[in-house]
């Protein structure tokens, strides 16, 4: 039986993270934390949001991350998705869009 979305991709994101990150190249983690989304339509919501401290950056950086066992076209318009809502609708990205 096909699942179209598998919750074992939260999970890694929940417990991994930074590994993630790590193999997608993202180096000087200090600290990072998995973000909770809201299970609302889970088709719609990123796999997983993490805030990421970086050496030597002073706020913490978001990431959206995506995770699909076979490349599928659909996954550009859903990483699209995913950074238009959480760049309209996350208090961290707010701050900054107020402080600018």
């Not at 699942?3 to 983690?29: F, T």
């Not at 990072?32 to 919501?45: G, N």
């Not at 030597?56 to 996954?75: C, K, M």
Request: charged letters at 20%.
């Amino acid at each position: 039986m096909h699942q179209p979305y598998d919750k074992a991709g939260k999970w890694l994101i929940q417990h991994y993270g930074a590994a993630i990150l790590c193999i997608c190249g993202v180096r000087d983690v200090v600290s990072w934390k998995p973000l909770q989304a809201e299970l609302v339509q889970t088709s719609q919501l990123p796999d997983g949001l993490v805030e990421v401290r970086i050496q030597g950056q002073p706020e913490p950086r978001l990431y959206i991350l995506e995770l699909a066992t076979f490349p599928e076209e659909r996954l550009y318009d859903q990483v699209v998705q995913d950074m238009t809502l959480v760049h309209s609708n996350h208090p961290l990205l707010a701050r900054s869009q107020d402080s600018t």
